[in-house]
T-cell receptor
């Protein structure tokens, strides 16, 4: 039981490049989330999904896209990387209701 | 979801109890209080949650005041490994709310030998 797995752990992108941050969970959770955390700050919600085929915007969605074709996977797409997207990205999952959320170990992204 | 207020930082001595306060004066009747912590840029880790009764698990205790406008997380015997940022979050854990967690600034706790 691996929990929430994020890949890659580190990435350096050039301005204007694109990439996909991968997130997969093996707990059969229906809810999944993407957060970003800038240095010294709290986490901000980018997108979330309440089940396969259903996604919705969080607090800071601009510059990102998501898809949820399976229960297990929730990839985050950056189309045109900008320096403002330099951050640590966390994926999380939970079962609906009063349960806890489980977080991945993060992807540290630098845009230069 | 109701907003929370936490002190930005606090120190505590190793082996002593650490009491972390959280103010949530605008909490509504169906909102729960959750605590998470984040150790040195790792992913946040769930600690405990409660509605109105005090709760205890193997990690911590949660004390919620009778009017539910504030709460205290208690780490009974702090260790150096408890050094982390602790987040107090209040939310409605129902499907319609998306089960979202909204993080504030948290309290940076430093456990000293």
């Amino acid at each position: 039981n691996a929990g929430v797995t994020q890949t890659p752990k580190f990435r350096i992108l050039k301005i204007g490049q694109s990439m996909t941050l991968q997130c997969t969970q093996d707990m059969n959770h229906n809810y999944m989330y993407w957060y970003r955390q800038d240095p010294g700050m709290g986490l901000k919600l980018i997108y979330y999904s309440v089940g396969a085929g259903i996604t919705d915007k969080g607090e800071v969605p601009n510059g990102y896209n998501v898809s949820r074709s399976t229960t297990e996977d929730f990839p985050l797409r950056l189309e045109l990387a900008a320096p403002s997207q330099t951050s640590v990205y966390f994926c999380a999952s939970s079962y609906e209701g009063v349960g806890e959320a489980f977080f991945g170990q993060g992807t540290r992204l630098t845009v230069v | 979801d109701a907003k929370t207020t936490q002190p930005p930082s606090m120190d505590c001595a190793e082996g002593r109890a650490a009491n972390l306060p959280c103010n949530h004066s605008t909490i509504s009747g169906n909102e729960y209080v959750y605590w998470y912590r984040q150790i040195h840029s790792q992913g946040p880790q769930y600690i405990i949650h409660g509605l109105k009764n005090n709760e205890t698990n193997e990690m911590a205790s949660l004390i919620i005041t009778e009017d539910r406008k504030s709460s205290t997380l208690i780490l009974p015997h702090a260790t150096l490994r408890d050094t982390a940022v602790y987040y107090c979050i209040v939310r409605v854990p129902f499907k319609a709310a998306g089960n979202k967690l909204t993080f504030g600034g948290g309290t940076r706790v430093l456990v000293k030998p």
